[in-house]
């Protein structure tokens, strides 16, 4: 447990209620700081607000998807330092290029391990 | 006998006939009609028997035996072919709103005007003669009536002392008010035919009195009179045809003469195809109308033996039917008898002059007005059809005073007979035109003018002129000589064809030269392309019409040819959207009927002409309208027979247009295949994302369960717990469903179709999911459609699959229940049927759903989201399913829905 990132905060981004719950209970287990949206604009919202250093975001939701999210974020400037960490279902090679190619600093298919999730969020507030 | 009885008499019979007119027009005006009666059609045929046949008939049999039966054993032969020929030409006509023989011939070569004037001048011409002598007929009946046994009177000085004059303006007064009441469209005249019909009547008893009067009061019976007449060798010789000067040949040229008038005489014409009013009175007229005839012929030699034998020849044979019995002293049988014969005259005299009238005036006179602008259209005081009407009326007087003159100036030339045969030949010239206009599509305009003129020409040239001659109107030497002294030019001998009587000489060049000009001239001429279609319409009329008389005018296809044809260019879902659409539009289910009305075919072409223009929808059309009369191929056989001069150009753009088809094919099927290719990737990326999301949570929260268990409170693990539980239900359920999507969509697997009761089934659906909603608060309404559906008694049966059923019912039923109002649910079901469909709603009182939603809920994986709660439990999949399943039944789904006021998913299938 990294206790220099306690006050780290955590943005979860998902449509499905069931996998933000088991991301919120991962994170915070680690000590940080979460707040949960269920799609792209509440999602924009809540960020511009909350101001996370790492966003978990799903990519494949109802209006606005996740890669036009994470455009959208990059292009805020309180949002210049947030990470992004792509949680989705879309597994090929083209989607994680896709995925980079928006300004992910990660990206993770579905289902995915607990400890890959956790390391990397902690490891992104380690060592940016 | 006083001349005022006589003419007393008369007037009253032409008031009796006025009222039975009257009155059967003022009962058809309340539409009370005549015209279902096929007697009154069959005895009015018997307008045919005029004063020729009541007076006539007898002077003839006196000189020439039995030849006078020529006259009726030619329509008696013809009458078999009734049901084909004159079926035919009442289809045509009615097809075509026809008026009269002129216009029949006009409209099948391209509704030529010229023709329609050429014949109406044949008629007129050869007409005239033969209603001046019913008139003379009429005269002499008086005179024979008031003078018997005296010498005759003087001719009149005056027109206002000669009986023939009042006569004429009678029938020309009755003509004008039967005959132009109104102006039909169709020219029938109900109350005309009536009179008609019952001229028929009175001509035939008076007839067949007088008969039985000579037969069995004067002689013993036919025996008797017979035998007695075998005694004497004048009356004894009339017992062969070689002794009456009778060739075998003239009597076979009577008879074609006569069959032929029989159909095309104007009068004949008239009452048989325009005032008829449906060929199902054919088949009746087949069989009264020849019994007609030889009733009326039964007593005809009986008669002219007797007269021979009682006058020999002191009294002309044609008044024998009066002279008879005046001679005997029975002076009321002599006045009925006249009564037989001026109905018979008057009756062929109205129809004629109707008949004529209305060929004179529309096909001449209103021509003419309308080319000088004199006929008042576009003047606003001047009522149109009133003034049409005046033509008529003047028209009728003018044909009336033309065949008085005649009778006047050249009348006295002929015997009753000779002047009728004389018109025979003149009509028996439209014989060609009109049976080869029905039967030989080949036939052209310029062939029926040519072979008309020439006809007619001959006809004039050997029968009329030498008439005239005879009256010394002309001078006599061409008759005698040959015209300009050349001797094969003699009308009675013309190229050296003697030894014939003058009908059968006249008869046998006009209408061989006639027939021969027609042919040759046709099949050397291009017809135009209304000559073309309209010979495609006479000829082929059944197939326009199909079994629906009444409505011929209507465009009508085979269901599956259209659906064939909108598959070529639409391809299949786009077809079966618009089948689906048509059916929702219109109330009506296509899957029974095999023939589409109009307005599909119209819907149809519509759609078409979006795709392919509207020419090329038309023409593409044209090959399934109407049962296929006209394929594709002949529309561009047609298009490109009418104008050599464009042909090759023509056979360019068909070509081209077969191309474009190609083309539109073969990219509407690479289409399709694209499609559903990539609806197959599209479905497998969906499902496997499907799949992948409950599994995330389900292994996330197991593997938390696993790893920190002794961190989990009870609630905490309870929860997780519950949730695996679920997501690992929401898989299966997917699976299910996509097995389910594949079932259904499979050929492989029909439905279980059996007569259910959708009540019973609605009921039952919603009890399954009653411990659910009250679970949740929520009201359900069974409403009232038809009779009570809160009752269980009432049943609504359709075919259907009850499993299947079932499934959509549930599934409307559990998405009314996720989405109703949270506080104050209420889910209302609705049952009735609907012409014939059996209809159902589910309706909640939930959010609503967005517009722009209503059509994405029926495709697969299409979920509502709730800003709140993210996405509601569920697959995506049930209104596919639900949808799927009521397309297989031939029925529709449809959702109406407004953002705050719920939605109602309605369904409708085919009881």
Known sequence: MN???????????????????????????????????????????????????????????????????????????ALEHTKIIFLTAKGTDRDKLMGYAKGAEYYMVKPFENEELVTIVSEMLAYG | MPLSLVIGCSLAYISLLFLIAWWVDKRSDKGISLGSNPYVYALSLAVYCTAWTFFGSVGRATTGGLSFLGVYLGPTLLAPLWYMLLRKMILISKNQRITSIADFISARYGKSQTLAVLVTVIVVLGIVPYISIQLKAVAFGINTLTHFGEAPPPPPTSIFVDSGFWVALATAVFTAVFGTRKLDPNERHEGLVAAIAFESIVKLLAFMAVGVFVTFFIYNGFGDLFSQAMQRADTAELFTFEAAGVTPLAWNFLCLLSLLAIILLPRQFHISVVENTTPRHIPKAMWVFPLYLLLINIFVFPLALAGKMMFDSAVNPD????????AKGAYWLALIAFIGGFSAATSMVVVEATALSIM???????????????????????????????????????????????????????????????????????????????????????????????????????????????????????????????????????????????????????????TWFYAIISINTQPSTLNLTQADLFVNIHKYIEGHESDILKREAKISDLRTLLNRFLGESRTISLFKEYEVANQVSLAHQKVAQADLVNFVETHLAGAIGAASARLVLDSVVKEEVITLEEVMRILEQTREAVEHSKSMESKNAELKMLTLQLTAANEQLKNLDRLKADFITTVTHELRTPVTSIKALSKIILDYEAELDESRKREYLTILVAESDRISRLINQVLDIEKIQSEASPLKKEEIDLAQLLHQAASGLSQLMSEKGVMLKYSVGFQNFLSEKDTMVVQADWDRMTQVAVNLLSNALKFCHPEQGVIEIHLERKGLYAVFYVRDNGAGIPTAMQQLIFEKFTQLHSHEHGKPQGTGLGLFISKSIIEKHGGVILVESAVGEGTKFEVQIPI
Request: charged share 15%; hydrophobic share 50%.
């Open chain 1, 3 to 77: 206790l220099s990132n306690t006050n780290a905060k955590v943005l979860i981004v998902d449509d499905e209620p069931n996998i933000v719950l088991a991301v919120e209970f991962l994170l915070q287990r680690e000590g940080y700081q979460t707040k949960k949206a269920y799609n792209g604009p509440q999602a924009l919202e809540i960020a511009a607000e909350f101001q996370p250093d790492i966003i978990v975001l799903d990519v494949m939701m109802p209006g606005m998807d996740g890669f036009e999210a994470a455009r959208l974020i990059r292009q805020h400037d």
């Open chain 2, 319 to 326: 008044t024998f039917v009066l002279s008879l019995p005046l």
């Open chain 2, 360 to 514: 004179f005036s529309n096909h001449i006179v209103v021509p003419l007005m309308i080319k000088t602008r004199s006929l008042g259209v576009g003047q606003k005081k001047v009522d149109g059809a009133e003034r049409l009407l005046d033509i008529r009326r003047i028209s009728i007087l003018f044909m009336l005073f033309l065949a008085y003159w005649y009778q006047k100036a050249v009348g006295n030339t002929y015997d009753l007979v000779s002047v009728g045969l004389i018109s025979f030949t003149a009509v028996a010239q439209l014989a060609p035109s009109v049976l080869g206009g029905m039967y030989w599509k080949r036939a052209t305009k310029q062939g029926a003018l040519t072979g008309l003129i020439i006809g007619f020409a001959v006809w004039a040239y050997c029968l009329p002129f030498p008439s005239m001659a005879m009256a010394g109107i002309i001078p006599q030497s061409f008759v005698t000589e040959g015209l300009f002294g050349l001797s094969f030019l003699k009308p009675y001998a013309l190229f050296g064809l003697g030894g014939l009587d003058p009908i059968t000489h006249a008869a046998f060049w006009s209408l061989m030269l006639n």
